[in-house]
């Protein structure tokens, strides 16, 4: 368990209190989590400088944010395209009815969408907003070391292992 400083008054224990309750990841302390992405797959020790960092996130932030604008559009098409009993109650147990035949393409590709929607959906938010809150903590004054990506590189998730 994690003591505060030892010496410390009362305004430095609130400060390591603060700052261990808004740093999860134990960023820059001996907690670190080990599995946090570096910056750099080649060189896991390099720290962008302020204002390299600042210009990455802010094009990383508009566009992932833009990502998840057109997909959002795009949602529309798919609503568009819904008929009556896409939704039924007896499609929801899917596994089941793979042996007999009686899942369509359709099905399929409904199923499909949704996973992706729900998966694209969420990693650009989170990107979006880790990024943007990143770019403006650093242009505030913050130390980039303190603000690793959020997510790893996705073509490292190429199994359930590596993924998760």
């Known amino acids: ?6 010496g410390s008054n009362a305004a430095g224990r609130l400060k390591w209190a603060y700052e261990l309750l808004l740093n999860p990841r134990g960023i820059g302390s001996s907690s670190r989590n080990k599995k946090i992405p ?7 020790n390099y720290v962008p400088s302020r204002y390299g ?3 990455r996130r802010l094009a990383a932030a508009v566009i992932t944010f833009t990502i998840y604008k057109t997909f959002t559009v795009s949602k529309g098409v798919y609503f568009f395209a819904l008929r009556d009993g896409d939704y039924e109650e ?27 929607d ?11 907003l880790h990024s943007a809150a990143s770019a403006f903590a650093v242009a505030l004054g913050d130390e980039p070391r ?8 996705i073509r490292e998730a190429y199994s359930l292992r590596r993924f998760w």
């Not at 368990?1 to 030892?6: C, F, G, Q, Y």
């Not at 570096?38 to 896991?44: A, C, E, G, K, Y």
């Not at 729900?118 to 979006?128: A, D, E, N, S, Y």
């Not at 303190?146 to 590189?153: I, N, Q």
Request: hydrophobic content about 45%.
């Open 1 to 6: 368990m994690a003591t505060p400083p030892s």
């Open 38 to 44: 570096p910056f750099s797959r080649r060189d896991p």
């Open 53 to 55: 960092f600042i210009a």
């Open 90 to 116: 007896e499609k929801e147990a899917i596994v089941r009815r793979l042996a007999t035949g009686g899942v369509s393409m359709r099905e399929f590709y409904i199923r499909a969408w949704l996973t992706v």
């Open 118 to 128: 729900f998966l694209l959906t969420g990693h650009c938010i989170l990107r979006t």
């Open 146 to 153: 303190r603000w690793p990506p959020l997510l790893g590189d």
